[in-house]
């Protein structure tokens, strides 16, 4: 079956630090690959998508690029600010029987950011 | 434009009881998908309705259960809940089906006692 596997946390950096969270899945056929960010409190909020191989996803300075031939979307920022302090998901879709999708998360990565 | 909205935002209940969550998608969109997320884990997929039915489900006991209305807003139903149940129930919602983004609500903080 499908799953996600993400880098184990907390990943802790100063800020202006060069941040890499690794995320490699296993899928049939090609999915969508998805970064989510979950901030205290709140739900998840899409950071950034793609939908082929090598295509690239940004938003807000982060980026991930599609790889088949290494099943990895690593998320990628040249310069964190402790604003960036969350919680990343990885995820991949996949389209279900009935026609809908469900998406399948990775475990989760704490970044915490520090002056 | 409003987000897509949960209530309520945190619940308590004891252990064989019933609980009822509920989620207005954001306007125009007219899927609605729930997931359980256990504390220090990923989203797990419970439900996804599309056009008022079930287009998909998780690995989740009968004793979940969802609808959606001609409105779009959905509900989740738990019976005989279990310490298990405990987690944050996230609905989120999407213009149609396929490989369409999801947007996620803050979710609904279930505690059982």
């Known amino acids: 079956g499908n799953s996600v596997t993400q880098m184990e946390g907390p990943v802790t950096l100063s800020e202006e630090a060069f941040l890499t969270i690794n995320c490699t899945y296993t899928a049939t056929g090609y999915p969508s690959l998805f970064w989510y960010v979950q901030y205290p409190g709140e739900g998840l909020q899409l950071l950034l998508k793609?939908?082929?191989?090598?295509d690239k996803g940004s938003n807000k300075g982060f980026e991930a690029t599609y790889r088949k031939e290494t099943t990895s979307f690593h998320l990628e920022k040249g310069s964190v600010q402790v604003s960036d302090s969350a919680v990343y998901f990885c995820a991949l879709t996949r389209i279900l029987t009935g026609g809908g999708n469900k998406l399948t998360f990775g475990t989760g990565t704490q970044l915490k950011v520090e002056l | 434009d409003a987000g897509v909205t949960q209530s309520p935002t945190h619940l308590i209940k004891t252990r064989g009881q019933h609980v009822t969550l509920r989620c207005s998608p954001i306007?125009?969109?007219?899927?609605v998908s729930w997931y359980q997320q256990v504390l220090g884990q990923g989203p797990q997929f419970i439900f996804q309705y599309y056009e008022k039915e079930e287009r998909g489900r998780g690995n989740f006991p009968d004793r979940f259960s969802a609808r959606q209305f001609p409105n779009y807003s959905s509900e989740l139903n738990v019976n005989a809940l279990l310490l298990g149940d405990s987690a944050l129930y996230l609905c989120?919602?999407?213009f149609g089906q396929g490989d369409q983004p999801q947007h996620f609500g803050d979710g609904t903080r279930l505690s059982i006692l």
């Open positions: 306007s125009g969109h007219k899927s």
């Open positions: 989120a919602s999407s």
């Open positions: 793609a939908t082929k191989a090598d």
